[in-house]
Structures are given as C-alpha cells and as structure tokens.
C-alpha cells in the first residue's frame, strides 16, 4: 500500500461544476496537509494547506480533512479549463526522520471541458 | 513571499559532461531543500534532501556520487549531475522548506529541464 493514495483519474468535469479530489494516507501521525497544482511541463504550486479536521475555504477551493479516516480532500467550485492540471496530495509527519519531508500521492489529472 | 528560484531553467548538454542546477531561496532562509526528478506524465520523486552545513540524505537507488549536492548557506543548495548520459535527462525540481516543524510547507522552483545529448 502506498503512503499516500490518489485516484489517478483522469477526472472530467464540465465549466460551472464542482470538481472533488480524494487522497488517502497511511500514516496516522502525519500532521500537516497540503495540495499542489501542477500544469503540464511546470512545477507544483501550493493551492492549500490544512492542520485541523474540517473544512478549509480559499476562494472557490475547500480543503476537507478527516484524521480518523485518513483521508484528505480538495473541491473546487465554478471549475474552469483553467483548472485543468494535476493535482498532488502531500502528506508531512513531525515524526520523520526529516521533519517536514512530505510525501507525494501520484496526483490526479483534471480536465475541466468548457 | 516564499520564492524559490532556480537556474538555469533548461539545459543541453553533451553525454559525460556534468551539469550543475542551481536552487535559492530568495526571500526566506531555508534549513532544508528537497531535489526530485520528474520524468513525462510520471509523479515526483524525491531524490534527496539537502540540509544546511550537513551531507544531503539520498533516497534509495540514487547514486550520491553521480548527484552531487551541497547546501553552503541557508538560501542556496546545488545539484550537480556528474558525467550526465541520456538517461539522466529529465525534469528537475528543488523544494525549500518554509516555517516550523508544525507546518512544514514546501516551495518548488520552476524546475530545470535537462537533455543529454
């Protein structure tokens, strides 16, 4: 089992909708969460950043966690091509070797279809 | 804030040269960095971690004598592939480690695309 799961997709969704991205992680002590967005030939950059159970809003992306199932979360509202990327889940535990050192799920690709 | 550069952006060079990458952290100290390889549509990998003063941690089945990295100062940590052949081209991409231990966030720079001749 991988450290940190996502659903590789890809995942289509049409403009206006809400596009919502799953990532599951093994280790029960990770305390820090992050989603990336990487667009095609680029590097990541940080969408979102979550530490407590619940919910996270920035603008029309809402990061969802949920320690108890291990699981992490990112919507996005009003979609649009311009989201179109893929998105990495990273998962970062104060009890690593190196504190701070995340780690990366495989990411999930969305097309958002005008 | 939390920039993170890196240079040069894309590189080509001939096979048994050795390519040095640089990565800085332009307006924030960093204590760690983080180097990963991307080949096309395939995930990050990690390939090390660069600490500050102290020998870079390598992830298994890097070779720490063909990826030689150093951290001299709290914004500058360099990658150098030594004797590159085709097979070492590809997308690289440095990471600064931004905050305390409770939050732990990573900033990437634009990445380097390297080709080997």
């Known amino acids: 089992q991988k450290e940190v799961e996502q659903n590789s997709g890809p995942l289509s969704v049409p403009e206006g909708a809400i596009a919502s991205l799953n990532c599951t992680y093994s280790?029960?002590?990770?305390?820090?969460f992050f989603w990336y967005r990487q667009y095609s030939g680029k590097s990541p950059e940080l969408i979102m950043s979550i530490y407590s159970n619940g919910d996270k809003e920035d603008g029309r992306f809402t990061a969802q966690l949920n320690k108890a199932s291990q699981y992490v979360s990112l919507l996005i509202r009003d979609s649009q091509p311009s989201d179109s990327a893929t998105y990495l889940c990273a998962v970062a535990s104060s009890a690593n070797t190196n504190a701070g050192k995340s780690t990366f799920g495989d990411g999930t690709t969305l097309t958002v279809k005008p | 804030g939390a920039v993170v550069s890196q240079h040069p952006s894309r590189v080509i060079c001939k096979s048994g040269t050795s390519v040095k990458i640089e990565c800085r952290s332009l307006?924030?100290?960093?204590?760690?960095m983080f180097w990963y390889r991307q080949f096309p549509k395939q995930s990050l990998m990690l390939m090390a971690t660069?600490?500050?003063?102290?020998?870079?941690?390598?992830e298994q089945g890097v070779e720490k004598d063909k990826f030689l990295i150093n951290h001299a100062s709290l914004t500058l940590s360099t990658l150098t592939v030594t004797s590159a052949h085709p097979e070492d081209s590809s997308f690289y991409i440095c990471s600064a480690e931004l905050g305390t231990a409770r939050t732990d966030t990573q900033y990437f720079g634009p990445g380097t695309r390297l080709t080997v001749l």
């Open positions: 660069s600490n500050e003063g102290s020998k870079a941690t390598y």
């Open positions: 307006d924030f100290q960093a204590t760690t």
């Open positions: 280790d029960r002590g990770s305390q820090s």
